[in-house]
């Protein structure tokens, strides 16, 4: 009897264990979203054909809570070359939360501009990881120098993605 109590006591404490845990609900995590800019464009009178830059900013939450920025550049009608290109196309994409910046990325892209007639080129922060919903968005710049048009840098302030 002894026995068979003491193994009707485990079982029932194996079951009770068990029960714990399949009770118990697992930590929530948010489903993956994406959420993007309408295409921006911009077209910069070079010397040659005029170079049209289109950019779209995304912010991107992974079912673990981990955010990140980007941005996607393509262009059209570059290829200038050295002699009358572009000095500089900068692009920076930042992720915010609540416009405070979180990461920041950039990279000069104007070699690939003035080399290549057209491409796309994507821009991506580090990741972010937060448990703090709402207020996440993308946004960002393009500082651009036309070569040997004397004026120096410009600044283009694209519009953020809409906020997850």
């Not at 399949?22 to 464009?41: D, E, G, L, M, Y």
């Amino acid at each position: 009897m002894r026995i068979h109590r003491k193994i009707t006591s485990a079982a029932v404490a194996a079951g009770a264990a068990l029960t714990g845990v399949v009770a118990t609900p697992a930590p929530a995590s948010a489903a993956a979203t994406t959420k993007c800019s309408s295409t921006q464009h911009r077209e910069v009178d070079t010397v040659g054909p005029n170079l049209d830059i289109y950019v779209k900013l995304c912010v991107v939450r992974d079912a673990s809570n981990r955010y990140h920025a980007q941005a996607v550049v393509s262009w059209k009608d570059g290829g200038g070359g050295a002699c009358c290109g572009m000095e500089k196309v900068l692009v920076e994409v930042r992720l915010e939360r609540r416009d405070a910046v979180q990461r920041r990325t950039s990279g000069n892209l104007q070699a690939s501009m003035s080399g290549f007639s057209d491409g796309t080129i994507r821009l991506k922060t580090s990741t972010y990881t937060s448990s703090s919903p709402g207020g996440w968005t993308a946004d960002g710049k393009v500082v651009y120098n036309i070569q040997n048009d004397g004026a120096g840098d410009r600044t283009w302030q694209l519009g953020g993605s809409p906020s997850i």
